[in-house]
């Protein structure tokens, strides 16, 4: 175990001694390994409610398949340490992609998230077509780099700006802060044919939450929500230990919270949603910058860091609506935990942040400011979260596996 703070519950660490439930034990226990290792076999089974000698057959089952690896823990005292157990980082590798309409980044990485492999690329045009032969080149090139990890490629995982479509028709709306057509199911499907490997999407806020519950500040909390500062502004939410993606992966949109009826029209069709405020997109208007243009951002940041008026004083002017979404976002889920990340920098998000203050009481008369976190920025972190899709895909337990 890595710390001592107590362990919340959740359905995808909580284990049931049903017979004829094997394969949703399986994936309890690699879960809490995934997630909480390197940890006891004691623990396992307190954390899982599953019997002793049910968690060590379940790992000798996954320790002779090479899935984990025990360890001995620090001698403290008399007597024999311990041992832990802790997954196999190098069993099994996944590609994960970050994908918008300017660029693709692509990260591989074992297990424990351990980054092995990485590249960025530009797309010629912002459409699918564009988006897959660049997806499918940066494959290629894992492969031909690293042929031995290659060989141990068990899926992909996509992240994008949604909101997705549900059908294949292209989204007439579409702009710089969404990439709806990409993930459309026609499009996914030729690229799982061209990839040769199972393919899941999620949008880029929720891929981000995901590598942040999996391999960041994320692990100390059972609820919380990560706000998404792209272009667009997106949330993904991990309630009860397990991302919430929605009915049609969609949740977390809260850019598209309408907060002006009589506001500017948004891409969605709507007018005066939350994003058409505050989003990196409402500042390149602003600031008369391209929001299609890569020099951007990086324009806004020397902007930021040089104290220029108008950067700052689009922050004083949008603190109203940076304090309104994090009302919002705690009142509608009451989170331990806000993460705030994205494609800027982490200082500007805690300017942003420092200006909204004072922020709202909580119902419970606890500090608010107390449970908001700054995350780690960049497009690789959506990439990173990307690849924890995949594993989580593939190894993490779901209601499906309880279907007998």
């Known amino acids: 175990m890595n710390d001592s703070s107590p362990i919340p519950t959740s359905f995808r660490t909580s284990g049931t001694n049903l017979t004829r439930a094997k394969t949703h ?4 226990v690699l879960e809490v390994i995934r997630t909480r290792g390197p940890i006891g076999r004691t623990e396992i089974s307190e954390i899982t409610s599953l019997s002793r000698q049910t968690v060590q057959n379940i790992v000798g089952e996954l320790q002779s398949r090479g899935v984990v690896e025990m360890k001995a823990q620090k001698a403290r005292g008399r007597g024999h340490p311990g041992m832990t157990v802790q997954l196999k980082a190098d069993h099994a590798f ?11 980044t692509a990260t591989a990485c074992d297990l424990l998230g ?5 590249s960025t690329g530009t797309l010629e045009a912002a459409t699918p077509a564009s988006a897959n032969a660049r997806i499918i080149t940066m494959a290629d090139d894992f492969r031909a780099a690293e042929p031995a990890l290659s060989a141990r490629l068990f899926g992909v995982g996509l992240a994008a700006p949604g909101p997705f479509d549900s059908t294949d028709a292209p989204d007439a709306r579409a702009d710089a ?48 929500a990560f706000v998404q500062f792209g272009m667009g ?34 891409s969605c069709g709507n007018p005066g949603c939350l994003e058409r405020y505050l989003s990196l997109h409402a500042l390149c208007e ?10 951007s951002v990086s324009r806004i940041e020397s902007l930021f860091e ?8 689009w922050m004083e002017e949008v603190a109203p609506y940076m304090r309104q979404m994090i009302n919002l976002v705690d009142m509608m889920l009451d989170p331990e935990a806000i993460v ?24 419970d008369g606890a500090s608010l400011t107390e449970r908001i976190h700054i995350g780690t920025s960049g497009a690789t972190t959506v990439a990173l979260g990307a690849t924890a899709a995949a594993v989580d895909a593939l190894y993490a337990p779901s209601v499906s596996h309880l279907l007998l």
């Open 25 to 28: 034990n399986h994936r309890v």
């Open 94 to 104: 996944s590609l994960g992609f970050h994908v918008d309409r300017l660029s693709v």
């Open 114 to 118: 351990q980054i092995v492999w990485q």
């Open 177 to 224: 802060t969404t990439f709806s057509e990409f993930g459309s199911p026609a499009n996914l499907e030729a690229l799982q044919r061209a990839l040769g490997l199972p393919v899941v999407l999620q949008n880029d806020a929720s891929a981000a939450a995901l590598g942040e519950h999996v391999y960041g500040i994320g692990r100390s909390f059972n609820n919380f």
């Open 233 to 266: 502004l997106g949330a993904g939410f991990v309630l009860n230990g397990a991302l919430y993606p929605g009915a049609s992966k969609n949740a977390g949109e809260i850019g598209h919270v309408i907060i002006n009826p009589d506001g500017p029209r948004c």
């Open 286 to 295: 602003r600031l008369e910058l391209e929001p299609t243009a890569h020099a």
């Open 306 to 313: 040089a104290g220029d008026r108008d950067v700052l004083g």
């Open 340 to 363: 705030l990340g994205g494609i800027i920098r982490p200082d500007f998000l805690s300017a942003l942040l420092e200006r909204a203050a004072p922020l709202p009481c909580r119902l």
